[in-house]
């Protein structure tokens, strides 16, 4: 079987006048419809792509079927000006067509995808400054509409700029339920004599309503401003529809064409897998195939990673833009999240450390101060940190497995924090990174953030780290933060850096400030001219 | 220039009667020794190796001008029987030669090479357990006679089976002495207008003294039944000798006649660097190619890591048999040292984590009881950790610059937790590794060690990990050891336990252990019939 979107390797030039001037935002989304043969299995038969071009760049997209006969080809500009395509296709009718549209000026809230910056942080595309505040959502694109639009009402008035959540309806306690949609065309359905649900599948034929509602979606997170973090494959599904087990070609086919409907949405990132080393149907050399099937088949080179269950995976490797991980004991206490930062040399999410919840479970029963507590560490390090919530309250949808309405105390906590981070004047290291693990600073040295932790002190001594530290004689104000309370109290006294003395720089009087005797407490030190 | 042992890509199969019965122990060293030209510069212009065979096995190595007209070929036979060589040369007078030995049982305290054995732990290649229990001694070879061979008699009465040490002679704080050999044959010494020496090196010949030298203290520390990890490159030499900046291929060509001579001596290990950072002589990307030198020159696939300053290398690189990392903060409290071991699959040795002593760098100066805790941390989390010593007493040699004798209070402990490690059944590894970082297991869990660290409590409930644990109805034996004074004491209960309650497993009746108000204690648990 020959499989419509492998083959797109074409090279040509053509020039042809402007067919129209339909206008697209830079980092938006450009849509070819085209009418094609709808004889035979068109997912298996027909290949479709484009070339695009604005006469410096050319990019290759895949195309896709989207049922009823019509064909589609999504592009994602990432240059503003004129563009044109022309079609690639084994169709006659599909092949050769051609057509354009002018890239204008993005919005005021359109700032491009998300990337790497700066080694260890991230920035959109058009260089304003992204720190990653994620939730955690698996299932939310698998409920009733309501329901599903709650999550959305949530979202939008909650602290979270990106979302992990699955692809696959996901078989789990608390997500019990059949789901809307299923991505594969249903050749039957029957119940066993246990009276259990059994599918089988047409897996040569998607069904685009599967994906189209998956879509819409992914848009209406880009309309709050949150990254969607989409889970390609996941270990949840034991048995039930057995979207994990189509074995590695159709598990190939199934990237392609995922990939050739997402890759134009500006705010997916790739997930590979959920806790890839529990998913036991397949072994893990093939998941490097995955991995490279992904980049390969995205023109855009959106940020990717893949998330552990007990064993991480190689990392290392340069198809993942950044390492997400789970593992709550990373970001439970002092001096930990900086060791894999260490190693890695990219920016480090700690996707999964456990959830804010009630659960028996050990990973879900996190108090309120907990999960807070896993957000500073992770951001006093440099570091990143998602959210998760999993209260059981009668009738509640856990907002980790279903979505629907948050009633965990953190999320406010953590906004606070985006907040404080989102006013500094950059991205936060460690500024010693070894030996003081309290002590973050921005890339100038005019700005601190010290963070106590559960650990409460009647006072602190004014001190900070000699290493790139600032030089003698420069003033600083201090803020007070009480990160559970969510207040920020600016302190009278202006202190003044003396020389240093072995590896740390007090203040020229030696003075010391009172703090209220009360965990979570922080400061924020500020260069004051 | 072509380079002598370079060439020694040759296959030859001749057989001939056997001359003479030459015996040696499996794991011992074979040396050849053949006179040759020594007009021009034999380094350069000569050629030398051999190919070994039992019949069986094929082993090529290269031999080395050892100066006044002899060449010298070194072999480790890996089993036991009849060998035989012959020689190739570009040496008309060298080429050709053959001969054999007969190579027996290793001797009772010979047992061969360590290697790396269950992914994360070390065997000998006998199959006897080896658990790295390493110091520090960079400068001890450049020291004269009589203070090395006083650091040989502290080595006797020390628990430390690891030595990490220079190849090059160190200039740093406390190590300021002219050592007695030198690499390189001198060309020229004289003093510049300040009084300081300048040297000019013939850098296209090695000084055999020099080598001759370090092999005899190799070969000392194997009597003691200690490990070499010869460091190859380090950034201690500022200028004063230049040996850290020879250019890249004269860098190759010292790598290539040091593993000539040393392959051969099975207590080696490459250090590829210490603080390869730091050597800011050498580009990063040069390292790979020294690290590749190293060990296809090697024969034997001695252990071979890289040590780093404040940024790792890529140690996940195949040729990386090991984990040598330097950060303290790996091992100063509970929930470090696993985290780094999660990520590279193969042994941890942090091999620096700052020094007992009272020097005035934060690297120098550990209390003798947070040098024990770095040791503790890092054996329960499955981890070692290497020693060393910064005491600067007046007319000291500080153990970890020049050797000497010891003074510090941590190698006594170091020796203690060497012994209960050395009679455990297996090599340990935390149990439940992001849960519980007090309680390392070993694999058939009928034994746990559980580590306290600096935090006094009154009492410990009987409890053990869930995971991987004992059945219920398993009785246990429980033994009190005091870490810091050294004592072990069998308690008078025998406890049994119950089926699991969630993540843990307690005794059938909940009893618990009354502790002594101390820190450092740690509780052994072994299964009893």
Redesign the interface.
């Known amino acids: 079987m020959k499989f419509f979107f492998t083959v797109c390797a074409f090279v040509l030039f053509t020039t042809f006048s402007a067919s129209g001037h339909e206008q697209v935002e830079r980092w938006e989304r450009f849509e070819v419809t085209l009418a094609g043969p709808q004889d035979g299995n068109p997912f298996a038969d027909v290949t479709i792509g484009a070339e695009f071009t604005n006469g410096k760049e050319k990019v290759k997209v895949a195309g896709f079927y989207d049922g009823g006969g019509k064909y589609k080809i999504r592009f994602m500009p990432q240059q503003i000006g004129n563009w044109k395509y022309k079609t690639v296709s084994n169709s006659k009718i599909l092949n050769g067509k051609t057509g354009s549209f002018t890239c204008i000026a993005p919005g005021k809230d359109n700032h491009g995808p998300v990337q790497v910056a700066d080694t260890y942080h991230f920035k959109y595309a058009d260089g304003k400054r992204y720190y990653p505040f994620g939730t955690t959502l698996y299932a939310w694109t698998h409920q009733p509409p309501a329901l599903e639009e709650i999550t959305l009402k949530t979202l939008a008035n909650a602290p979270f700029n990106k979302v992990r959540m699955c692809v696959f309806p996901k078989y789990y306690s608390h997500v019990e339920n059949e789901p809307p949609f299923y991505p594969f065309v249903k050749k039957s359905e029957s119940k066993d004599a246990k009276g259990k649900i059994r599918f089988e599948w047409d897996v040569s034929r998607f069904e685009p309503a599967f994906f189209e509602h998956l879509e819409k979606r992914i848009d209406d997170l880009k309309k709050l401003g949150i990254e969607a973090d989409v889970i390609i494959f996941h270990p949840y599904d034991k048995g039930r529809w057995g979207f994990d087990s189509l074995g590695k070609e159709n598990d190939l086919k199934y990237i392609r064409y995922l990939t050739a409907r997402l890759s134009s949405f500006r705010n997916v990132w790739w997930s590979i897998a959920n806790e890839f080393d529990y998913v036991k149907t397949k072994p893990r050399e093939d998941w490097d195939a995955y991995t490279k099937a992904v980049v390969n088949s995205d023109p855009y080179r959106h940020l990717c990673s893949i998330h552990n269950g007990?064993?991480?995976y190689?990392l290392?490797k340069p198809e993942f833009t950044h390492v997400s991980i789970q593992?709550?004991?990373?970001v439970?206490?002092?001096?930990?999240a900086?060791?894999?930062k260490?190693?890695f040399f990219k920016p480090m999410i700690y996707d999964e450390v456990c959830y804010e919840g009630d659960l028996?479970q050990?990973w879900g029963h996190l108090s309120g101060e907990e999960m807070t507590e896993a957000f500073w560490q992770g951001v006093i390090a440099g570091t990143y940190v998602t959210h998760g919530e999993t209260y059981s309250n009668v009738g509640d949808t856990i907002f980790w497995a279903k979505g629907g309405r948050l009633t965990g105390s953190s999320p406010a906590r953590i906004g606070f924090l985006r907040k404080i981070l989102e006013e500094s004047p950059g991205p936060l290291e460690l500024a010693d990174?070894?030996?003081d693990?309290h002590t973050a600073t921005t890339a100038d040295s005019s700005y601190y953030l010290v963070y106590f932790g559960k650990k409460m002190q009647p006072e602190w001594t004014f001190n900070l780290p000699k290493k790139a530290g600032p030089k003698a004689g420069q003033k600083f104000k201090v803020e007070l933060i009480d990160t559970w309370n969510m207040t920020i109290q600016t302190l009278p006294e202006i202190f003044e850096t003396d020389e240093p003395v072995?590896?740390r720089i007090f203040d020229k009087e030696r003075r010391a400030i009172r703090l209220p005797m009360k965990p979570y407490l922080a400061l924020r030190i500020t260069a004051y001219q």
Do not use: A
């Open positions: 007990s064993v991480y190689d290392w593992n709550g004991s990373t439970e206490d002092f001096g930990r900086i060791l894999l260490d190693v028996q050990r990174p070894w030996k693990h072995d590896y």
